[in-house]
Structures are given as structure tokens and as C-alpha cells.
């Protein structure tokens, strides 16, 4: 075969194929900030913060860095550091671990429940300690945990939840959006998340009143009003242009969230092949955003090298748990192991799916699955 004989790739992401509508916008957008003179802590950050909130339901939005920053700041503005300990999950981007450690708190890995992927119930009982002072909750891939019941166990364990929706933009449970079930919720904007900047940037939301004003502090080198620096802070701000760029994206979210659900749910009730097996899927729409399709299957590694020859590319979220990361040895887990996480490493495979696929690029991806031998 020549080059001109193999189909297109297919990748994960496809920003250069986004509507030229919204790129035209987005430049308008950095022109309006480029002709405001203003470039960090103005007009378009404090609009974006109204408009998350908005969109969360909840009285405050603090812009920041990051996502890892986010949630760094939440554990701060909780005054959860050293000393303390915070329970999450193997199988979660690295920056949710680091987050913990960086605030100075002790984090305390629990393993995963095979059927989502997302933190065991079970084996955070077996991690709670007198120490314990937080739960982070990790939305993987997109989907709202069963809200209701972590905030309950939080509760009468007398720990605090928070959630780390840097996947999982504007998942809904029971009408209520992640990031709201917890004390606060952490997002990113990262590029490649469902709303994504053009570079870097994060959002706290929050109902409470303190973490608002703590984490502004924060954020800002620990200045209250100008030049008075109350608090140890760092600089995480969510600058103007990044702001600008979101308002905009912003309004494609929704139509670019139903997209991901299309494929996602073509996914589930046109895959056929027994050598792969499904997460188990929401009870409703709402419920998943997204962000990745996962399969799991004991072929993995053959199955992503067959998937590239017929030039579909695929990534592996996550192939090293937390614990078994070199930097991260002597972590605290349940005390009776992480087997779920580390299986579950060796068997997830997440497939395209995200807004730019066309009709026929999604068929391209069902057929090389199911003729996959
Ligand atoms: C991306 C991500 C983060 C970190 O967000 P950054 O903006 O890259 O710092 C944290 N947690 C999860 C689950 C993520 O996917």
C-alpha cells in the first residue's frame, strides 16, 4: 500500500478539524483582550467565574492555574496539610496525587471497583484513620460517581469530599452537576479536557464562603488587598486571554458533550466482539460526559497495535497506577493491596471519541474492533 492508499488517522483529538466558526470567534476573542490592555485578574476572568458558577449551580468560581492547582488550593483553603491524610485513587492522572502532596498532606491510595474504574467504597473503609481528612473523588473518564452515597459515607465518617471533575465538565446526577455534591470540586482546562483552553488553566467551585475567599487569597501569592499578603500563597491565576478563549468554548460545550454521547452510545450497541469488555455504562445520559471511551480487554497491547495499523490511534489511562510509580514507592494504599488497579492497568484501552469524529470515522472504529481476531 502507498501512503495515499491508508485511510486518514484517526486520533484522539481533532482541534484542527473544530468549526471555523469557533476559531474565528476565539480570535476575536485574543483580539478583545489584546485591545483591553489587561492581561491578568480583569474583566473576562471574573465573567468566566460567573458563568462556571452558572453553569455549576453554586455561589462561587475561583479561576486558577490548573486543575492540580485546584485542588492544591482547595486542600490549603481547608487548612489540610501536614500531618493529615487524604484518601483517592490509583487510577487517576498523576496531578491528583500530587495535588495531596503538595499541600504537605500524607495521601492514602484505595483501590478501584473493576466495573467503572473509579475508587472502591469497600477499600476506602479500609483506609480510613483517625488522620483521615479528606476524600478527593475522581470523575474518571467523564462520569458522576454515585454522589449521594459518598456524601453520606463522607458524613457520618466526619471527612470531607472533594471532587476532582477535571473530566467530567458539567456531568449531571439527579440534576446536580459534579463539583456540587463536595465541600468544593476541582476542574481543569487543560486543551485535550472537554472544555479546554489554549493552554493552561483551572476553576475552583465551591458553596463555601471561606474557600472562596481563601482560595482568591491563595492564588495570589496570599494577598488580601494589595500588597498585604496574609497567608503563605502561590501564583495560580487563570490569565485574561485564557478566560476569553473559554467564554467562547464555553458555548460549544453542550452540542460538543451531546457529540461525545452519539459516539459513545454507537459504541456501546454496535461493539460485538467478546475479546473486549465495556464499563458498565450510566443509568442515564446525564450521568457521563465522556471525556474518554475505555474498553477493557486481556489483549490490550495487541489490540492498540492492531487498532494503529489501521491507523486508529489509542492511549492507555492509566498503564502505571499511582503506587507503582518509581517517585511514588513508600505511598500509603489499603493496607489489603490495590490488585483491582493494577489489573485494570493492563487491560484499559481508551478509543477515539470526542466532538470532530465524523459518521464515518466512528463506523471505521466499530468495524476494526469487531473484526479484530
Ligand atoms: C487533567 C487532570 C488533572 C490535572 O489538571 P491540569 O489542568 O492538567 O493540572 C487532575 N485530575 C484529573 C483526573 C485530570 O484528568
Known sequence: MTQSD???????????????????AMQSAVNRVIESGWYVLGYE??????????????DHAIGVGNGMDAIEIILRSLGIGEGD???????????????????????????IDQATGHISLESVQRCLTKKTKAII????????????????????????????????????LNGKVAGSYGIAGAYSFYPTKNLGALGDGGMIVTNDHSIDV????????????????????????????QAAIL??????????????RDIAQQYITSFTNTKIRLLAPPSERSEH?????????RERDRLSEYLAQRQIQSLIHYPVPIHLQESCKDIKCDPAGLGNAEEYAQTCLSLPCHPQM?????????KAINEFK
Open 289 to 297: 460526559v465522556y471525556h474518554l471511551f475505555v474498553i477493557l480487554s
Open 247 to 260: 467564554i467562547e468554548r464555553n458555548k460549544w460545550l453542550d452540542q460538543f458533550t451531546e457529540s461525545r
Open 6 to 24: 491508508l485511510p486518514t488517522i484517526i486520533s484522539m483529538n481533532s482541534f484542527q478539524s473544530e468549526p471555523a466558526a469557533l476559531k474565528h
Open 137 to 172: 473523588y475522581v470523575h474518571l473518564y467523564g462520569q458522576i460517581g454515585p454522589m449521594d452515597l459518598w456524601a453520606k459515607f463522607c458524613n457520618q465518617n466526619n471527612v470531607l469530599l472533594i471532587e476532582d471533575c477535571a473530566q467530567a465538565h458539567l456531568a449531571t
Open 85 to 111: 491524610e487524604v484518601i483517592t485513587t490509583p487510577m487517576t492522572a498523576f496531578a491528583t496525587v500530587l495535588a495531596i502532596l503538595r499541600s504537605g498532606a500524607t495521601p492514602v491510595l484505595a483501590d
Open 358 to 366: 465524523q459518521p464515518n470515522d466512528v463506523s471505521r472504529v466499530i
Open 45 to 58: 476572568g471574573i465573567e468566566f467565574e460567573r458563568i462556571w458558577a452558572s453553569r455549576c449551580a453554586l
Open 214 to 241: 481563601l482560595s482568591r487569597q491563595l492564588r495570589n501569592y496570599g494577598q488580601s488587598i494589595r500588597y498585604h499578603h496574609p497567608v503563605i500563597g502561590m501564583n495560580s491565576r487563570l490569565d485574561e486571554i
